[in-house]
């Protein structure tokens, strides 16, 4: 399975090569780098602002801008704790248990990275929309999915819940469990031990889990988009209120709701870094 | 003596295991075999009539080719950064190595906007890319370019630990054994980290296939040109034609569960060969 | 409080050997007992049985005579201490040693004196506020002794608890615990594979081999009359010499030494002989009707306080003896030279001597 990224290890290696060399391969790097990357970030900011600091504020304070907050934390809110109840769950179910099906509950686990966004958001259409299995019996109840905010969720939740599990699985296994058994002879119970001290023992695997599931739930654009309907103020997220935007030529507001996003990448990152950093120091 | 019903000492699997498959079930399994009822409802005549008409044809083409050639440049370029980023000290690094994620982190319909504004016919490269006479925006390079935006970390990603691993004295001794840093290059380090560059470039691919948010914005999605399969799903289920989607949406699953078993085979290759597990 | 397994058995894959077979002994109430053996001869299962990490798939564990077979782990009140020591990695020394005494709901302040008491115990009074990081080797096994005795527990299981620390540290703790032991009198069950420790500290020592008990009793029976083959090259260093029965005795080359009443006329016997039973002399000289044997010093190696000479016999047999230093010297041997080995007791097998 995956291996955690918070257990690749820095060691720095002595430069191999003669100097003009070496910075050819230097340069080169940070040339594709700085085309695809570096100069697109600033690209976000740059548009955002190019009408001025007063046009970037007008955009911000839209109606619209803030429901498409509200409703993208809202999403967010809802996804990251329950997947990392699940993610706890199946972190320790496979980490220290054998049994029958576990390969299956690991593929599964992984299946959202290997599905396109698209199809996230199709099967619950074909659940939950007009035309599907319970589409009927749910116009009965006068109860929407599709193009209403459970069905963002619903999106949300099932492109996001590997993270946890992904990020907690690995530390718990190469952990081990001589610690848990150690609080057993104590006289602990299942409970105690893993509050106190299998908890603490992953935190950092659990932190970084959580920032990246949170960074995805907000910006997930593809299977929302699907089961959305694009309805404005009422079931655009922030990465949909963007398109929407852009469409209508309104650029600065585009890319506002964009900066916003990046600036919430850009802490994902730093957090990352932040938790990697202290993972490796004891 | 009878024997005991097998007991498990550590706490907590009956919970763990009923929360797991409750909520896989609920969330994956239900939905998924919503997917393939609907599936299952189809004619073969139906299924081949949308899987393989010209518009789809055209479809895969686009996808499956650009991102090909998106993972290909992704799996030299990412090779060559995940290099300088490990063995070599420059100003920056830590920020440039931190960044390398940028990708994984921001969402993909910002990645879709920017690219599209930067590569217009006024933007800041498309007006000297224009003048070239090449055309990124709402054409297939512009879909070849976002897809390599989206894959850049995963290269880099599974090739730098590898590298990092590589015990300077495994190189040393090669020089003493006579082999220039080219031959060490190609005889000693080059293998090692094959494995791992054709797992980031798997990975590379099977996320590319399945992109949309980026790569709706630069593309133009003129049908027969410059039209993803994702997008083409969607557009059948705008028009409620769910049983198209669905035909559609199989082919891609295909294709995604394909790559998926490469890689799991790939890993669990690169583990046997080199199982050095610390004790 | 004494603990004694019977007829435990513990089966890990289905279709292998098994990992413990009908294993049944007793450690009395207040002694340190070992168990001692190699790699793989299934001491570590027999002690997580014990305290109850793992369920054996027959048998059954009586503490004090009753039956704990199919008590949980936490119920136990048993002191493990793990060969990786298992300290809670983020928490101090003294929240390490207080664990057991949270769990029960201890108040405050009496947990708190428990806790000075064990690290006056441990000697490690001044380290309680760091964590297991910032401690060595020693002094983290140290922690775990005292936090496994904070619980005042019946039983004290120790699974091989010095045997990620250097040679000296060992040493050190293993002298630490015959103290430790003297001032608790908790009974004590402790698996190791290293036989000085076994014979140094414990009352009553249990060898096992391939998941059986092969012998046991205390250390001293152990190692004099060792009942098989294995016990007998296992504990103690031991060279094997071959020959068979004769008049009654047996005769190993040219030396005639005691055998088993049971020992038939020519049957073939093996002699295990320590090293330090056997008298090296320049002369065959009489020495009450057992002539010496006759052999070659094959290699001298000089091993601090004593030399061990390896000795080839004309029946093919090589024989390391022990000489202490003084009497080495005085004895002026050097390699090649043509000696005589008088043996003073030896422990002979007949029959089946598969090791």
């Given amino acids: ?282 | 003596m009878a024997q005991r019903a097998r007991r498990r000492i550590l706490p907590g699997f009956g919970l763990s295991l009923g929360l797991s498959w409750l909520y896989l079930g609920l969330l994956v399994l239900l939905p998924l075999s919503g997917l393939f009822l609907k599936t299952v409802t189809l004619t073969w005549e139906q299924f081949w009539e949308t899987v393989a008409s010209p518009r789809a044809l055209a479809a895969y083409q686009l996808t499956f080719g650009a991102s090909l050639v998106a993972a290909l440049a992704n799996a030299v370029f990412g090779l060559l950064v995940a290099w300088v980023l490990v063995r070599y000290r420059f100003p920056g690094k830590s920020l440039v190595d931190a960044l390398v994620d940028l990708p994984f982190a921001l969402p993909t319909a910002v990645a879709g906007l920017t690219l599209t504004s930067l590569y217009a016919r006024n933007g800041w490269f498309g007006r000297y890319l224009e003048a070239a006479g090449v055309q990124v925006a709402f054409s297939s390079l512009g879909v070849v370019v976002a897809l390599t935006f989206i894959g850049l970390p995963f290269v880099v990603r599974t090739v730098q630990p590898v590298l990092e691993d590589i015990d300077a004295d495994v190189e040393e001794a090669a020089a003493t054994l006579g082999a220039t840093p080219w031959q060490t290059f190609t005889k000693v380090i080059f293998p090692s980290i094959l494995p791992a560059l054709l797992s980031g470039f798997t990975l590379a691919l099977a996320r590319a296939i399945g992109e949309y948010g980026s790569v709706v914005f630069i593309s133009g999605n003129m049908p027969m040109r410059t039209e993803i399969v994702p997008l083409l799903i969607v557009t059948k289920l705008e028009q409620y034609d769910y049983a198209g989607a669905t035909a559609i949406a199989v082919v891609m699953l295909a294709a995604s569960f394909a790559l998926l078993l490469a890689i799991n085979l790939l890993q669990r290759w690169t583990q046997r060969r080199f199982e050095v597990r610390p004790g | 409080m004494s603990v004694a397994v019977e007829q435990l058995t513990k089966q890990f894959t289905a279709g292998g050997s098994p990992a413990v077979s009908e294993v049944s002994f007793r450690a009395p109430a207040g002694a340190i007992t070992t168990l001692l053996g190699p790699s793989g001869a299934g001491k570590s299962t027999i002690l997580r049985i014990i305290a109850g990490l793992e369920a054996p798939d027959a048998g059954t564990v009586l503490i004090d005579g009753v039956d704990c077979t199919n008590l949980s782990a936490q119920k136990r009140s048993i002191g493990v201490v793990f060969q990786s020591y298992a300290l809670f990695r983020h928490m101090t020394v003294r929240e390490n040693i207080a664990f057991g005494l949270n769990v029960r709901k201890l108040p405050r302040p009496e947990a708190e004196a428990r806790v000075d008491e064990m690290l006056k115990l441990v000697q490690l009074e001044e380290l309680g506020q760091r964590y297991p990081g910032q401690l060595s080797g020693g002094q983290r096994q140290r922690v775990a002794f005292a936090r496994a005795l904070a619980i005042r527990p019946k039983l004290l299981l120790l699974d091989e608890p010095f045997g990620a620390l250097d040679t000296r540290v060992r040493v050190e703790l293993r002298e630490w615990l015959h103290e430790l032991h003297k001032q608790t009198g908790v009974t004590t069950l402790l698996v190791t594979h290293d036989q000085e420790e076994a014979l140094e500290i414990s009352q009553h020592v249990v060898i096992m081999e391939a998941g059986r008990v092969a012998q046991a009793g205390p250390p001293a029976e152990i190692y004099d009359r060792p009942a098989t083959p294995f016990v007998a090259s296992f504990v103690g260093g031991t060279s094997v010499l071959n020959g068979h029965i004769h008049e009654g005795r047996a005769q190993v080359g040219s030396l005639i030494v005691a055998a088993p009443k049971s020992a038939r006329e020519g049957e073939a016997v093996r002699a295990y002989v320590r090293p330090h039973d056997i008298k090296l002399m320049k002369t065959a000289s009489g020495n009450g009707g057992n002539s010496a044997a006759p052999g070659r010093v094959e290699r001298l190696k000089p091993v601090g306080g004593y030399v061990k000479v390896l000795l080839k016999l004309p029946t093919g047999d090589t024989v390391t003896v022990e000489v202490p230093r003084t009497e080495f010297d005085q004895l002026g041997v050097a390699e090649g030279d043509a000696v005589h080995a008088d043996v003073r007791t030896a422990n002979v097998f007949v029959g089946d001597f598969s090791i």
């Fill in chain 1, 1 to 282: 399975m995956h291996v955690s990224s918070l257990q690749l290890q820095r060691r720095t290696h002595a430069a191999a090569g003669p100097a003009p060399f070496r910075w050819l391969l230097i340069g080169t790097a940070l040339l594709f780098l700085g085309l695809f990357l570096f100069i697109p970030l600033v690209a976000v900011f740059t548009f955002a602002f190019e009408k001025g600091a007063g046009a970037y504020l007008a955009s911000l304070a839209e109606p619209e801008t803030w429901s498409a907050i509200r409703l993208t934390l809202t999403a967010a809110l809802i996804a990251v704790p329950l997947n990392l109840a699940f993610g706890l769950a199946a972190a320790w179910l496979i980490a220290r248990f054998r049994f029958p099906g576990r390969d299956l509950l690991i593929t599964l686990i992984d299946l959202p990275f290997s599905v396109s966004p698209v199809i996230a958001g199709l099967i619950f259409v074909l659940l939950f929309g007009r035309q599907g299995w319970l589409g009927p019996w749910l116009a009965e109840h006068d109860l929407h999915i599709i193009f209403a905010v459970p069905g963002i969720v619903l999106a949300t939740l099932f492109v996001t819940f590997p993270f946890v599990a992904r990020e907690v699985l690995p530390v718990m296994q190469a952990q081990g469990s001589d610690e848990e058994e150690a609080a057993l002879t104590l006289g602990a119970s299942g409970w105690y031990t893993f509050l106190r001290v299998t908890l603490p023992k992953v935190k950092w695997g659990v932190i970084y889990g959580v920032i990246l599931c949170n960074a995805r739930a907000m910006g997930e654009f593809g299977a929302v988009s699907v089961v959305s309907g694009h309805v404005r103020g009422v079931t655009t997220t922030l990465p949909l209120h963007a398109e929407i935007l852009y469409n209508e030529y309104d650029f600065v507001g585009a890319f506002t709701a964009a900066s916003l996003l990046t600036v919430l990448a850009l802490i994902t990152l730093v957090v990352k870094k932040y938790v990697e950093w202290r993972a490796h120091t004891p």
